[in-house]
Structure formats: structure tokens, C-alpha cells
């Protein structure tokens, strides 16, 4: 943002230099990245008066000018169409430097001497016209250096503004911090009005229909305003701004807003098309054209200003094309009104258009401020365009927006800031910045609503800081405190989790926990998801309630993208409505994925990757983290295939499932490939923690090792039979193990064969043979009465 460096000292009456105030500002967080001076183009140039106009033979276009500048005559080629005898005229002189680096000297046009330029607003880096030679008024002295007569002997200051400061988008806002550093009251400009006899009541009335959109709407009539030029004064706190003047009835709301850092908007009244203001929300695929006669098509997030039947400004954005003010304008309706900063960057961004009056609303203007910038402004166009105003602000407020009250404790700020500054010195400091404070402890403090990024205790601290002075925060001379930051145990349990899974072969993925509704509902169709109000795009609608959701949709993008083998895994939020108690449940969950064949290599050739891979994978991390034992329990899942869908249990409590997704859910997903996936919660694994390692002697005793094989039917479950096992073998069995699952010749058809390895020893004696043939015995016996089982001999 730009500003004049005069306009500042004008409303502090301080004598800082330029360079001081830019200093002083960046110090207290208002960033001046730049000083530029406005007369950098006006050396050696000078008032001059047009005393003869001749043709130039041979040129239709160019014409010689006979110019006074007082003390000498000179003889300019001009080609600017509106240049005529009796113009006061900017001359720039032999050896004066012009914006562009156009350095002037004597030269020849068609044979003809010129010896100076007569200059245009461009050439003078005042503004970007040039379609003619800027004409000063009559009575600009003639010889006079131009920037002494336009006063323009100022500076411009270039600001880098943070985002939370939407106070500083003015020039009442940045001389407040000027004037609370010196400690000076800040001097704000006029409105006193003198208002006349007819009442602003009989001419217009204020509706809100949303009230979320557009919390205040305010309205002024003001008649009889005569459109004209305005008074440099004005156009020169426009152009140091970088905003170009057009007249006095849009320059005035201009000023205004750079001013106060209210955006307003004129309407002209005759062309408004009523006496009424409806504030509403825009209807879907509603068509409105805008002032830069644009066609648009709105939806709901844009809030219209409307004549109770057509839109005539998209609020906070852009005003309409029918009510513009033009050259006959007469009447004024002055709009003053605070709109949501949510809303207005959703409107700005439907209609695709970033204007001074969105950026300010966006950031969040004053709702309280809009009493003053509408007198304001209703103050300017009595003196400078002979308005009549009105009796009277037509003020649709219906719920006040009420400061913020927040307490100081004394004790607090200067621990924190490690200073000695005394409550009295804060008091001040805080009314300087006109909040309200007591002068208590803590200090009761009631925030300004120009002020919305202060919401806390350490804003207000941050506030003391800054003005004080950052430089008078002592620099500690020992440090205090732990050098370090703690990592949690939680953390370090979930990177050995990564760590794992990534020396495994895995690689992890990342995502944002948002898809797309009709995906969600396709594995969990019973499942209530959180529905997102403002979606970035309907393809992440609601918030997951499952990982496998994202994790489908990686895996489709992988395969679409020929990486055929994969082995994936994330560590993720889901989310979940309200519970029973009213309560937002947000919870950790990890899921592995794998699809495609193993990696070959000179020993094996590649295999197609299954079930047991990602049962392997749970092994090592229920290993390496000393989970204990879990299960895995057959159990239908709506996503996966009927004969490959388990429950996963750790100590009898199910924390998630693993199995195949089915192929009709794969193909919804663009996926013809065999997908396995586990999916648990990690709030289990982490309650349960990582146990501490338990060390038991060497074993003194040798093992007694023993292979079972029995034949089983299909439907029959690993896991029973590992427990049918070590139920009989009581505790002499050290270990039992599956290590063989085999399927296929010699096998009958519906059947399986499974070889069990059996470790017994005693750490107490030696184990004869005869007590572990009595153990196995007992085992088939177990397994032929509960499992039909029938024993391999070979």
C-alpha cells in the first residue's frame, strides 16, 4: 500500500523526516519497504504559458508552440492534440530527466528547433494519462517550479502489511500507530455537516436479508451534487496512493477509503430503480453485470445489493453497471456498510475480480467505523460538490458487533517480554491505540473493533512490545529454560512404526483427509460423514471416516500411472460427527495396501503379492514393538471379498479389519488388480505402549522339536487350530508355529493342508520321549474330534 509521507504528518502533526517515519513505523511491525520522492520528475521544470501555436510544413500532427516560462521564450515542437494559446502548461527545461529516463536537450524535428517538452501527467510520474498535455489552472503562476505550486515537494511511503492488520490499510490507521509512538493524539479530519430539511427516510429504506453476509448497511441521501474536477489537493492523496482521479463524485468515496479504510459506493439515485435496499443472497447462476461491464454468474456466496428486485452491486466487490454515477448524476444514495471477510473472499473469488474495496473488506473492516467514514464523505461532497445532505443515516444494523474484552496482566507481559515497563506506562500505551483500559490488575481491556486481529492476552502483549519498542527489550544475558524439545513417546512410537514399514519395502503416503462423498458412502453406506460447507472442490467433499477411502484412490492413481507393484502405507486422521455427548471424535488410524508382485531377483522369480504379505507385515511391527499376540477373526466387511474379510483383535478387543477388497468396490475405483488392505486403529497400539523388554535365563534344557501336517476343511481358521494346540500342549509347548499352508495335487478338492511346528522344553528337566508323544497324541486327538482333522503321514 502506498501513502503520502504530508498526508501522515497531516493527521499527527509530527515534523518526522520521511526517513524517520519509516524507520519508527517498521520498528513498531508496520513494514516501509520504499520512499520515493513525488517530485523526483519536476527538477527544472516550470510554469509556462502558450503563446503561439504554428503549423510545421511537412507535419500534420506535430505543431511548433512559442512558450513563456517569465524569464525567457521558447520554441517547442508539441504533438498533444489539446495544447492551445492561453494554456498554463508544465515546461520541462534543457537538462531536466523525465519519468522513463527521457533525458531533454536541444533538438531537430522536421528541421525545427525544440527546446524543451511540454509534459503530460506520464511524463512526470504523476499518473499514467498522456493522451494530452496536462493543463494547469489559470491562475498557476507562470516561471514558478511545478512542484512548489502543486505543493508536491512530499513522499510517497511503500508499505509491506501483514494480514492481520487490516486497520493498517489506511492512513488513519498507520498515523494512530505514528501518534501512539510519539505519544500524540491523532488529529482526524472533518465531518461536520450541515444537513437540510428533507429526511433520508423519505427517500430510501434498508433491508438485510442476510445478516450473516452483511451484518450493517448504512445509507445517506445527498441532492443537487454537481460533478466537476477535483481540487489537486485531493487528486494528489489519490495519485501518491496509486489511484487515478476521474471527478469529484467517485473521488470522494476513493479518498474516503484510504483514508478511514471504509470502502463506500455512490449510487445514482434517479438510476438506482427504487426507494428500497434489499440485501440478499445471490440466487444460483443469477446473472449480473458489474461496473467494468462484465457478465457474471453468481451463486449464493455472493451477497447482493439490491433494488428489491434487481442486483445493483455485488456487495464488498464491485458495484453495478445501471446505477454507476455518470456526468448528469444529481442525486447520491452513499452506501457505507461492513460485509463478512469469509464471505467476500468466496465472492471476489466466484466473480474473479480483486478491487481495493474487497481487499480491505477481506481483510475485515470496521462495523463500528461506518458512522464516521459516511459523514465523512457526506462532508466532502457538501464542500466540494454543493451537495445537499439529507436528515439523517438510514442504519440496518440489526445485531451490534460488540468489542472484545480481554485482561493484561502486568505480570505477565513483562516476564514475557523480559522488561520492568509499569502498568501506568501500559494504560498509556493502550489508550494511545484507542482501546479502553482500567487501571487495574490485570488491566481490563476493551478491544476496538477496527481491531479484529487482537483476540488474546499475547496480542495485547505483542501491542506493548511494538509500541514501547522492540529495542528496549533488554537481550537476556543467560538462557533459561531446557535447550531442547522433548519428543513425545507417542511420536517416537509412530516414526519406529515408519521406520519399520519403509525398511519393509512400504513407502508412505500423505493426505489432507478430505474425499469425495459418493466414494465415502460407497465403502460405508450406513456411515454419517462431516459434510464441508466451503469445499475446494466437490471431488473432497466431506472429511474421511476410514483411510482405505485414500487409500483406493492412491493406489488407482499409482496403476493408472503403469507403477504396478505396490506396497503403501499411511499413518492418518479420520473423522466422525458428534457422538452421544456432543462431541467432534477425530482419531488416528494406519493402513497398509498392497496390489501387484513382489520385486524379483537372481534367487527367485517376482511373486504375486497376497494376504500372508500383509499378515507379515503385521507380524514385524506386533514383534518389534512387543504388542503381544493378536488374532485374526473371519468377519464380513462390505468392501471386501466374502472369503477374504477378518477382524483383527489384541486381547479379545477388535482394532480393525485386514482382507481383499472386493473386485466390484475396486472397479468403482478404476482398479482391476487384486488389492489387499489392513486397516487399524492406532489409538490401540498406543495405549497399550511399547512394554518394557523382560529377560529370562538361558535355557539349561534342550528343545524337543515336532512337526504336525493334518488336512482340515477350507472353512476352518488357522488361528483355532493354533490355540486347540497349545491348549493340550499346556506348558511345555516353548512356541507353536504354522509354517506351511498347502493347497492343490493329492489334496482333496475344499480342503487344505497345514504343517505345525511344535518347540517343547522344560526349563526345569529334561523332557523324555514318552511325555511328548503323550503331548501329541493328546493335540490329534484335540484336532480330529473339533476340526475333522485328518493326519499326513507324509
Not at 462495523?367 to 445537499?388: D, K, M, S, T, V
Request: charged share 30%; glycine share 6%.
Amino acid at each position: 500500500m502506498k501513502l503520502s509521507h504530508n498526508w501522515l504528518i497531516e493527521l499527527t502533526g509530527l515534523n518526522w523526516t520521511p526517513e524517520e517515519t519509516a524507520e519508527k513505523l517498521t520498528l513498531c511491525g508496520t513494514a516501509c519497504k520504499n520512499i520515493e520522492p513525488t517530485a523526483k520528475y519536476m527538477d527544472k521544470v516550470v510554469v509556462g504559458e502558450v503563446l503561439t501555436l504554428s503549423a510545421i510544413e511537412g507535419a500534420s500532427k506535430i505543431r511548433l508552440a512559442k512558450v513563456t516560462t517569465g524569464d525567457e521564450e521558447l520554441q517547442i515542437v508539441c504533438g498533444a492534440p489539446n495544447v492551445a494559446v492561453g494554456h498554463k502548461v508544465p515546461v520541462a527545461k534543457i537538462g531536466a530527466v523525465l519519468a522513463g529516463d527521457m533525458k531533454i536537450k536541444k533538438t531537430k524535428i522536421k528541421g525545427v528547433e525544440s527546446s524543451g517538452m511540454i509534459c503530460s501527467e506520464r511524463e512526470l510520474g504523476i499518473s499514467d494519462e498522456h493522451e494530452g498535455i496536462w493543463v494547469l489552472p489559470d491562475e498557476a503562476p507562470v516561471g514558478k517550479p511545478l512542484a512548489e505550486i502543486l505543493d508536491y515537494d512530499d513522499h510517497i511511503l511503500t508499505f509491506d502489511l501483514t494480514p492481520n492488520r487490516a486497520d493498517s490499510m489506511s492512513a488513519i490507521g498507520i498515523a494512530r500507530d505514528m501518534a501512539a509512538l510519539a505519544n500524540k493524539k491523532l488529529m482526524l479530519p472533518q465531518t461536520d455537516i450541515k444537513e437540510s430539511d428533507k429526511q433520508a427516510y423519505d427517500y430510501i429504506s434498508v433491508t438485510i436479508d442476510d445478516a450473516f453476509g452483511c451484518p450493517r448497511y448504512a445509507a445517506r441521501i445527498i441532492h443537487n451534487v454537481k460533478l466537476a474536477e477535483s481540487p489537486w489537493w485531493l487528486k494528489k492523496k489519490l495519485i501518491t496512493s496509486g489511484i487515478r482521479p476521474i471527478n469529484n463524485l467517485v473521488d470522494i468515496t476513493n479518498l474516503v477509503m484510504l483514508e478511514t479504510g471504509h470502502p463506500l459506493h455512490a449510487f445514482d439515485l434517479k438510476r438506482f430503480g427504487s426507494n428500497e435496499v434489499v440485501v440478499r443472497q445471490a440466487k444460483e447462476k443469477e446473472k449480473f453485470i458489474t461496473l467494468d461491464d462484465k457478465e457474471h454468474e453468481l451463486d449464493k456466496n455472493v451477497t447482493l445489493i439490491t433494488n428489491g428486485k434487481t442486483g445493483v452491486a455485488a456487495g464488498g466487490v464491485m458495484g453495478g453497471k445501471d446505477s454507476e454515477v455518470k456526468e448528469d448524476t444529481k442525486d447520491l444514495l452513499l452506501e457505507a456498510a461492513y460485509f463478512n471477510p469469509s464471505l467476500i473472499r468466496k465472492s471476489r473469488k466466484k466473480l474473479g475480480i480483486v478491487t481495493e474495496s474487497s481487499s480491505r473488506f477481506e481483510k475485515g473492516a470496521n462495523p463500528n467505523g461506518i458512522e464516521f467514514a459516511i459523514n465523512r464523505a457526506a462532508h466532502l461532497y457538501q464542500q466540494l460538490a454543493g451537495g445537499e445532505v439529507a436528515s439523517g443515516i438510514v442504519d440496518c444494523y440489526p445485531k451490534k458487533i460488540e468489542p472484545a474484552n480481554l485482561s493484561l496482566r502486568v505480570k505477565r507481559c513483562n516476564q514475557i517480554l523480559g522488561t520492568g515497563i509499569s502498568q501506568a506506562r501500559m494504560v498509556e500505551i493502550l489508550k494511545a491505540l484507542e482501546f479502553e483500559a482500567d487501571n487495574s490488575d490485570p488491566i481490563k481491556v476493551k478491544v476496538p473493533t477496527f481491531r479484529p486481529d487482537i483476540e488474546r492476552e499475547i496480542d495485547l502483549i505483542e501491542e506493548i512490545a511494538r509500541i514501547e519498542g522492540f529495542d528496549k527489550i533488554p537481550t537476556p544475558q543467560s538462557i533459561t529454560g531446557p535447550l531442547y524439545t522433548p519428543v513425545h513417546w507417542e511420536d517416537n512410537f509412530k516414526k519406529e512404526i515408519r521406520t519399520l514399514l519403509t525398511s519393509s519395502g512400504f513407502d508412505e503416503t500423505i493426505a489432507h483427509g478430505m474425499v469425495h462423498s459418493r466414494m465415502a458412502s460407497l465403502l460405508e453406506p450406513e456411515m454419517k460423514h462431516l459434510k464441508l460447507l466451503n469445499p475446494v472442490s466437490e471431488e473432497v467433499n466431506v472429511m474421511r471416516t476410514m483411510l482405505a477411502t485414500t487409500a483406493l484412490s492412491v493406489v488407482s492413481h499409482n496403476l493408472s500411472h503403469r507403477n504396478m507393484d505396490i506396497k503403501l502405507f499411511e499413518l492418518g486422521k479420520v473423522y466422525f460427527p458428534p457422538d452421544s455427548n456432543d462431541d467432534w471424535v477425530e482419531e488416528e488410524k494406519l493402513i497398509l495396501a498392497i496390489s501387484g508382485s513382489t520385486a524379483g531377483n537372481w534367487r527367485e522369480k517376482p511373486r504375486k503379492l497376497d494376504f500372508y504379505d500383509l499378515t507379515g507385515a503385521l507380524d514385524n511391527i506386533w514383534a518389534h514393538l512387543r504388542l503381544g499376540e493378536y488374532s485374526i477373526v473371519e468377519q464380513p466387511v462390505g468392501w471386501m471379498e466374502n472369503n477374504m474379510s477378518f477382524s483383527i483383535s489384541l486381547e479379545e478387543n477388535e482394532i480393525g479389519v485386514i482382507g481383499k477388497v472386493s473386485s466390484k468396490i475396486a472397479r468403482k475405483f478404476d482398479i482391476k488388480e487384486d488389492v489387499y488392505i489392513a486397516e487399524i486403529f492406532m489409538g490401540s497400539l498406543i495405549a497399550r505402549g511399547k512394554p518394557l523388554i523382560k529377560f529370562s535365563n538361558l535355557p539349561v534344557y534342550p528343545s524337543a522339536p515336532r512337526d504336525l501336517a493334518i488336512i482340515v476343511d477350507n472353512s476352518v481358521i488357522s488361528s483355532d487350530i493354533i490355540a486347540t494346540v497349545k491348549k493340550n500342549a499346556g506348558k511345555l509347548a516353548e512356541s507353536v508355529k504354522i509354517f506351511d499352508l498347502y493347497t492343490g495335487k493329492q489334496i482333496e478338492e475344499g480342503k487344505k493342508s497345514i504343517a505345525i511346528s511344535i518347540n517343547y522344553r522344560s526349563a526345569e528337566r529334561n523332557l523324555t520321549g514318552e511325555e511328548i508323544d503323550i503331548k501329541q497324541m493328546k493335540i490329534i486327538e484335540s484336532l480330529k474330534s473339533e476340526f475333522k482333522a485328518d493326519i499326513r503321514d507324509k
